[in-house]
């Protein structure tokens, strides 16, 4: 199909996009910015940072010892003072913070000053539940405005919270819990999926149960449905929220004060915790937010449609956006309930002007046809963005000709959860861009790829992708485990001091920056992050697996999908083990989450390894994705591959 992944037409591609002269006349950021930053990092830093309110100016701008960076040194500021209430006090109390649109149709309009009193009566009630600054607050909500409300007021109270997606499991919200030592946990009665309430706090209970931190429970009401209640633990949101005061004043905090925790998958079972703080974070963010979409305050209406459980929901959703006074609107739902044009719809009612979105919707999107888009008005597009996976030409033209009508820039953004903002990306007004390329880093941000060997690849080389210099919005650390940190991004390129981003990159003829996906053992699955140890793990714990591996394959519509082998035990495998393959995708999804669910699972007499017993997922990838398989000299027994491959054809 036309999806053809990604990767393989990048050599040919040759289109360039320039912007309308009447767009760069008017863009936020001009073609100068990258000198200005070039010329002198730290200052063009200390410009941006002055988008926001300090209570205290800094008296550096970094302290760098590697690998840990301090910005804005002795500062301090409120985050959420920044993003909520200073807006107020400059005049713009009525503008609307947030257009939300529920997903059974019901909406509510949140201005800035109504978001103001909300973040406010949360604050004091979380002080009254004792949260203090420097403790930890668990939230998993669903996409409704309490979940950004929970975020600032624990911003404002300087308290970390640790966002744990609505879809994660139990286990997956226990081990968060756990790891945070969080006190508090924010959730709600159940969510909306596709029309029909399912249950969240059910859920969220089993967790709890388990852990021991957690003093209180605070439920959101969503849905109606009668949950399980336990007395002196449990409250009602609107029991305790409801009757605060509406004021509350903001302390400053530290430039370096935590300001959350979100766990990522990384290459070993165990999710990080990585950790940002408040004054970079807040900078970079509100820059790039700016920077990036050509956001006007007052003018633009800005959608991102990320889920607030992930960093680009963190980071551009709630904190870049806010911080910079937008109009958002906020959505509570999936893309085709009740119908495909939802997105569409959506736009048109609201007029949204900036649309920032994942590949792996477009691919949707494209498969559902053009004729849905074409029903709506969709003329208030001015910008279009995509985040979480390389974007494959064939979708971004699509993108460009049947949403942005031709139009619009697109932004194709580059960065991590670590990053916590925008790194690589064209700019609108600047940039001449190609399909399917993020070109190149932002104004006072630094990457090169590299060889194995540290060189620099020139124009035309690929390699790893690095980050040669500090960032305003770089992680701090993964929470309470610092060797892991060295270990993972620092350990690579340890002389060169550069952090190794796990990503493949290479350099056009132009010096254009095309990211190539993941070169670790990372998936991107819509452009969720998932271990395949994660999945190998969760295998594994079921009574009927022996062994399992799992790999990503490519796919036309998600990116990657996962595909597990599995060596099942004793009579499992009878009939096919069609029974034990449907008991083994379940249980995935229990212990990690739908989104974790493998696409296939194999199931085969023995796993590809080399003498020295590690799995090559290598050739698994290639039996997953349909190619001839490689090179098997390398295994210890280069005859398993012929009985994958000949069981895999007797089972088809
Ligand atoms: C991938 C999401 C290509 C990449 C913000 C990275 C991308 C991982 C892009 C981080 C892009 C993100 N082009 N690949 N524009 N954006 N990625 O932490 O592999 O959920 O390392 O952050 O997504 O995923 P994360």
Redesign the pocket.
Known sequence: MAAEPTLSNLATESRSFAPSEAFAAQANVKAEAYDRAAADREAFWAEQADRLHWTKRWDRVLDWDAPFAKWFVGGELNVAYNCVDRHVADGYGEQVAFHWEGEPGDTRTITYADLQREVCKAANALTELGVQAGDRVAIQLPMIPEAAISMLACARLGAAHSVVFGGFSPGALKARIEDADAKLLITSDGQFRRGKPAPMKENTDKAVAETSSIEHVLVVKRTETEVPWTEGRDLWWHDVVDKQSDQHEARSFDAEQPLFILY?SGTTGKPKG?LHTSGGFLTQTAYTHHAVFDHKPGESVYWCTADIG???GH?YIVYGPLANRATSVMYEGTPNTPHEGRHWEIIQKYGVSIYYTA?TLIRTFMKWGKEIPEKYDLSSLRVLG??????NPEAWMWYRENIGKGNCPIV????????GAIM??PLPGVTATKPGS?MRTLPGISAEVVTEEAQPVGPGGGGYLVLDKPWPAMLRGIWGDEQRFRETYWSRFAEQGYYF???GAKYDDDGAIW????VDD?M?VS???ISTTEVESALVSHPTVAEAAVVGASDPTTGQGIVAFVILRGNAAKDGGEEAIKALRDHVSAEIGPIAKPRQIMVVEELPKTRSGKIMRRLLRDVAENREVGDVTTLADSSVMDLISAGLKDSS
């Open positions: 990522t990585i992930w960093v680009t980071s590949p995509s985040v979480g996976e390389p974007i194709d953004t580059w960065w991590q959860t670590e990053t690589i990306s993020a981003a796990g990503d990211l190539l996906g993941r990372v991107n452009g969720h992050r």
